[in-house]
């Protein structure tokens, strides 16, 4: 089969993240923005009012009649299952938001489909779209700061509370996809612990802790109520240390030539035989293209030509079971969950080669 | 009994806390500093070339057996509860480096101890000795910031690393005295995570949890293992959230009158009626005389009149049960351990009042 | 004459600012966005893919035929003065981008013709419709900081470099514009200095010093080629200070409780007998809407309703009769050029008032 | 002759400057820091506390009789030259604080005095013996930025305010030494301007441009009313830029790996054809030792071995004439003044050898 040359692409769900998407969609010359779908008219108003060339409806099942070939999902996340099911059934390429459902069976079940349907599944976990995310995954696979031995990730702001969700579903699935991206490797067992200050019942702070294959420990600081807005991963690896700081405009990456060599064996108790190093820091230029317009044209292009996307259905449905095991630690105590993450093949954005196509 | 006119004191070990010790001591006009007590003649050396009038032995019975008033103990964590207790047997007012033991029995030995004998038991907790940690506890306790949500605090460094504690009771006696002062309430449970990256069976990265009573959640991110130097305390009101950075020189306390109001309740399911606030910042300005002065000063006050320490015996004895309990989560998976440290009357550092004086 | 229900516009020229401008009027209710004209075909084929409603053509003269009522000139500077002086010989309300003209002659030229035609004339100074040099000029003009003492700013970033104008007459507007607003006066007298490091003869690096009336002195670093982005304005008062830091996101506006008291005169030699004053920072928090959307929507209502624009024609020109006479100094070795200002009524955006509207 | 095995060293003046000299020379097993002279004597109570085995007295002329090798001046500027005249007659070795002196007349007295006795004149530019400096004129010396193009910076505070002397004479002398020492070259004019804002006829804020051979331009910004500390230094060159911010604990030096290619001459008017190169940035690790330990030792070694202080009495000089120029051009409205500074030989640290001995 030979690539189109044009996605017609439908946007389902014009809230929060749907107008980021449409707008992108709208500008991308591969793509054509046929029609955007929402329930409420006055949102549906906007569109047309911006981009009078893109039909809009609140009739879903019209859409998926239509001659479009993709369909992105912005719903909220409790309707994700539902909304991409239908599309996929429809024989749509589907994008969901992350993350992909509210559980792992129904991530499952969206999975099998879409394999065997021979069609795009695709998740939107922006950051892997990042370049710093990539730059990041570049410096570790390369070893220049030798064997990691932790990761602390802070996601921090005031806002935005959901009601729907707690800040372990909302803001974890980009840590999750980071680390996973970056150490190539899936965890192996994951504890959660937090606190809802605000609404009752729903965790507005959260702290995760990850356990990597190698011992390497990954530890999260989640919270929707912090004065300041951190977006930050540091990465501690036996010769060098690195951050990425996504708020900063000129610095995202800092790679600090410092550690701790680790002691030679001694016979007798001694007290200090540690040797540390300071050496310089570096901080490499890095331009980041809008992570969400490199994610859309990946998809567009995947959506075209059949190719399997970096983050597909495969690489989400870790994301929820990791997620889904999280959260039932965070609702019981803390106890650590393991996790049973290999039962399929690797998703691709683990594996460190460049994505193919898919065979169908 | 009146006051002293002097204290005679005593420094008993030479090696990384001691100089800062021994130079204070020199400088004060209400303490003489009589010896400095080290096994180390080259260490004694170098206090005879700065201090020529300063007495320097190893024999510390021979100290004891002398007129000094006050002893102050610098010496290894592990030797803490033998020296200090030879120094009360020898009737002397006793400082000690926190933590006091390495032990709540080696504790709860000497806090009988010193209370029998009508002596000063004061342990160098430095931080609540710092004036902005004082004004911490002043803004919290005025109600500005409304009620407390919770308390994150991370220290992180590259080093010192200690090869004979982890760095759990390295650093954590810092946040533990902090946190107790400034909340002015005693954590009932502690759990702790962490990971030995560079000496086997030592934790260099440790991340601990404490409920307060009220709901309140304190965590901690302690490391020996980061690139950044942070000594930083956020603590977020349900109106206001205040950071206490102590490693800046200019902005010590930030006041951020930004938060989100609980929502009113519904009887229906609703998207978002959170209000947040976001008004202006303050740095109020704070001056910070060393802590380490103020609090040998206050010290010296104690030995001379018999003024019971802001850091007493007992409060020191608080920090080290947590310790130990957090500890035991520590080696052991990170299980929640119940704290019972009401047993004993609350520390003065919890009273919210100003320090009294001993009746004895 | 009732206000127009819209604003029918065209822009000229679609460069580096062009877009900008298009996008903001085409987003804008009150506005109808009808041409925009570029001799570039390529330049206007990419305004009709993003703009299918707006017609584009390279004949001004077209255009000024047309009903459009409001001209908006994004031409370079040296064909500033005959595309807006066309435009207001047609009988449209123009804005154009700052400086307003290369010289002052073409300045004072524009004025006189727009005055006569009863026809807005307005410059793009959009730093003040920036709400945080609003926030700066109300603090400065409430007393809060006292008598201002002096005031240094720094703009500065490597590139864009032009060609066809130096550092001076492309970053000093904004400065001028700023301080003549914040201060509510006009300088007295301004030299320069810089260089021409990187196109010979193009000063790419400039020092500006300006005297206002009651001793004020305001100091100008303008930089193409500085390894940091700074846009900082700093007001020293004699009883607080005031820093502008236009790249911050979340500190625009910082306010310092700190100085110096003037000393009492005494009749004998004397060291020190001076007051530091050494108090609380604030950080107000300012919510910036985009200046320049403020900027166009302020020119719309001004074109429908005939108001006289804050930054009008004859605050232009101020502006450029006081580049004119730095860039003399710049170019004669930085002898201190008198300005006289005050020929014409006070512009509006000195007078402390309400804009109100034109008579005519 | 051979070296002395230590210099016996005499501070005369105990203000502010003096007891930080005192600390070090105390603690210099190569000094033997045998007199303090002031004329207060609580301040020499002060020494005699502090530092039991020091003589103190306010007869200076006993001191010059005494057996003493070295004398360090730390009195008010306006005394520096009468006071170090009496040492070098009595035939001490003398350091002096910056700057030198109060004129050049007397500076070249002092220098000719010091060369017919054979004596080392030296004057306190600490910076000079600053690590970081050092690095970055080793940077600079490299060829690593390429060209430079120019040169800002700024030294602002708020205090210490000063009745004796202007802002240009407090704080310039740190700014010159450290030019002239990273440059390599003698600056060949200079102009300044300011402002007296607090105390009548005393500027508390100065700008001053000097310029350097090969059209370099360095600019300073000076003042003692600023809200915030700075010290930094950012030279540009033609392939990088460095600056060096001294307040930093932990990146004293960042060389930013960024320009702009000079454009290759064409015949015809271009838009631009610059090419903006953006690379990365490196913080080297840069360990600073204390620069006024570094600079007590440097005179200790010199007064014992007759070699040639890195700053000795002809680099004073230069920065003196400096001063002098500047002042003038600052009560004199700016005016640009010439310097002749090349008619003695050049001073060693602007020799880029290492320095070397003495010939007496």
Request: aromatic share 8%; hydrophobic share 40%; with cysteine.
């Amino acid at each position: 089969m030979g690539a189109q040359r044009v996605a017609r692409v439908a946007v389902v769900g014009y809230g929060y993240w749907g107008p980021k998407l449409v707008r992108n969609f709208a500008e991308m010359p591969e793509a054509e923005l046929s029609w955007v779908v929402d329930l409420d008219q006055a949102r549906l108003g906007r569109v047309s009012q911006h981009y009078p060339a893109v039909q809009t409806t609140a009739d879903y099942d019209a859409v998926l009649r239509s001659d479009v070939s993709a369909v992105v999902v912005a719903t909220p996340i409790r309707t994700h299952y539902r909304v991409a099911k239908a599309a996929l059934e429809a024989g749509k390429h589907v994008l969901v938001e992350k993350p992909l459902t509210a559980s792992s069976a129904e991530a499952e079940e969206l999975v099998d489909l879409a394999e065997r349907r021979g069609l795009v599944l695709m998740v939107g976990h922006t950051f892997v779209y990042n370049a710093a995310v990539r730059a990041l995954r570049e410096i570790v696979a390369s070893g220049e700061i030798g064997d990691v031995y932790y990761v602390d990730s802070a996601r921090l702001n005031l806002g935005l509370f959901r009601t729907d969700i707690n800040v372990l579903w909302d803001l974890a699935p980009h840590d999750l996809s980071i680390l996973r991206y970056v150490l190539q490797r899936e965890p192996v067992s994951v504890s959660a612990r937090g606190s809802a200050n605000v609404t009752r019942g729903i965790q507005d702070v959260a702290y995760v802790e990850m356990r990597f294959p190698g011992d390497v420990i990954a530890h999260l600081h989640l919270s929707w109520l912090d004065p300041c807005k951190v977006r930050r991963v540091t990465i501690v690896g036996s010769r060098k240390m690195v951050v990425y700081n996504d708020v900063s405009e000129t610095e995202k990456i800092r790679i600090y030539d410092k550690g701790v060599e680790r002691p030679y064996e001694t016979d007798r108790f001694s007290d200090f035989h540690l040797a540390y190093r300071n050496g310089s820091q570096t901080i490499p230029y890095v331009t980041v293209p809008e992570p969400l317009r490199v994610q859309c044209e990946h998809f567009v292009r995947c959506a075209r030509t059949g190719e399997r996307p970096e983050t597909d259905g495969r690489d989400a449905l870790q994301v929820v079971r990791i997620l889904e095991q999280a959260d039932s630690s965070l609702q019981n105590g803390g106890a650590r969950q393991p996790l049973a993450l290999f039962r399929d093949t690797t998703p691709i954005a683990l594996r460190g080669e460049k994505p193919h196509v898919y065979a169908n």
